[in-house]
């Protein structure tokens, strides 16, 4: 298929023209299954909620990307976020450019509309770097025996939750304890449609909110509902305690439940909670009930707005102050009557109490160069200076990166939120 013989345009989502071809798009690459009403309408629930494009050829869309509005924290402060929910491409679009190109466009109409940073989950690395993406750091994955969990509390009769109750799951998600690099995303979608498309769901928590609302529930979908393994697709709650609480409540499903996957909280280690982990994973490895611990950074984000980002930028530290020059390659996909045209460029930049950034060059200040991915990642604190240097694009001389190294010694961010 070639351009020259095909006609592409590139247009926002229109509910009544495309939903059956995205339809068709979302069931050719596997995310939903074609003959399941629940599948259809969670993605007509999702397609409604969040800001689409599509690329068109011939009229029939064949490539769909979505973004929806929410927060993610830096340290003790939420900073819009543009969330990037889905980029697919049919089977007969592939290689032409289609989902880079929607995405680009999509990532500069939310920076116009104020986000001022963007994350998205990965198929695999390396096509987001493409757009000024950077790694995030490693989510850990905890596949254990539920009757291995050891918690000092006892789990109370929890209430029984099911898609009904969508609106107040996705309420204590967005109210849940949150920590550096949590995201929220905004629209009801970003629960209800999941709770559609769970195969086996499972709900269970508590609501001991002052007007009966939920305070702290886990979310599972069940590979098989007898033995497991269990999937946790959320956990949320508002206090530590709470938390023991619901690890309590799995526990106790371990008399039937041979098998629960779950991710580590931030600021948690699970592993201090499980009896004889090391052990349990000897005995059960390369069985369906293998009790191991995966990490992976599947998260990629990066700045859309450099002055907004640090403007509200806050350290313990004293102040680091050097030129930054920054390349963005998303500025190359970019038509040229768009008004964003992504953050590279010369900055004087202040790292501190009061952080700040803004346009030109200052002769007496040591240089840092990076691509906006790795200076993202730095901003973010996946990883410390020095260690991006060896494997990202950021040069700098060694006494200032040994001095970011301690300016940016912030907690391991996670977004805490699958999109």
């Known amino acids: 298929m070639g351009h020259e013989e095909h006609r ?67 340290t003790l402060v939420d900073l819009p976020l543009s969330a990037v929910t889905a980029v697919m491409t049919s089977h007969v679009a592939r290689r032409l450019g289609l989902a880079r190109q929607l995405t680009a466009m999509s990532i500069a109409r939310d920076a116009e509309g104020g986000a001022m940073v963007s994350a998205l989950g990965v198929f695999d690395q390396g096509f987001y770097n493409k757009l000024g993406f950077g790694n995030g750091a490693y989510e850990h994955w905890h596949s254990l025996d539920p009757a291995d969990i050891r918690v000092p509390v006892t789990a109370r009769l929890p209430k029984r939750l099911s898609r009904d109750d969508w609106e107040e799951l996705h309420k204590s998600r967005l109210t849940r304890l949150r920590g550096h690099g949590a995201c929220n995303l905004d629209a009801f979608a970003a629960t209800r449609a999941e709770l559609l498309w769970t195969s086996n769901g499972v709900g269970l928590g508590y609501a001991d909110g002052p007007h009966g609302e939920i305070t702290h529930c886990i979310w599972f979908r069940a590979k098989e509902m007898e033995n497991g393994p269990w999937n946790a697709s959320w956990m949320a709650y508002k206090t530590t305690q709470q938390f023991l609480e619901l690890m309590a409540l799995v526990g ?63 350290l313990e530290t004293a102040p680091v102050r050097f030129n930054l020059k920054l390349t963005d390659p998303i500025e190359d996909l970019l038509d040229a009557d ?82």
Not at 18 to 43: P, Q
Not at 265 to 273: A, H, N, R
Not at 375 to 397: C, E, K, Y
């Open 8 to 74: 592409i345009d590139i247009r926002p989502y229109d509910p009544e023209a495309d939903f059956d071809a995205v339809h068709r798009i979302w069931v050719e690459v596997g995310w939903i299954e074609a003959d399941s009403n629940d599948h259809k309408e969670g993605l007509r629930l999702f397609a409604s909620d969040y800001e689409g494009l599509v690329a068109g050829i011939d009229g029939e869309a064949e490539c769909y990307v979505a973004t929806g509005s929410g927060t993610v924290r830096h």
């Open 252 to 314: 106790s499903l371990g008399d039937q439940v041979n098998l629960v996957r779950l991710r580590e909280p931030v600021g948690i280690q699970v592993q201090d909670l499980i009896r004889q982990p090391f052990r349990r994973s000897r005995i059960s490895e390369k069985s369906p009930y293998e009790a191991r611990t995966r990490s992976a950074a599947y998260f990629q984000m990066r700045i859309c707005d450099l002055e907004g980002c640090l403007a509200a930028t806050k």
């Open 338 to 419: 768009v008004t964003w045209r992504g953050i590279g460029g010369d900055y004087v930049v202040e790292l501190g109490p009061d952080s700040n950034g803004e346009r030109g060059s200052d002769p007496t200040l040591p240089t840092l160069t990076a691509g906006v991915g790795a200076f993202s990642r730095l901003w973010m604190g996946v990883q410390p200076a020095t260690g991006l240097t060896v494997t990202d694009d950021l040069v700098g001389p060694a006494d200032l990166l040994e001095k970011l190294d301690r300016a940016l010694r912030l907690p391991v961010p996670s977004p805490d939120w699958d999109f």
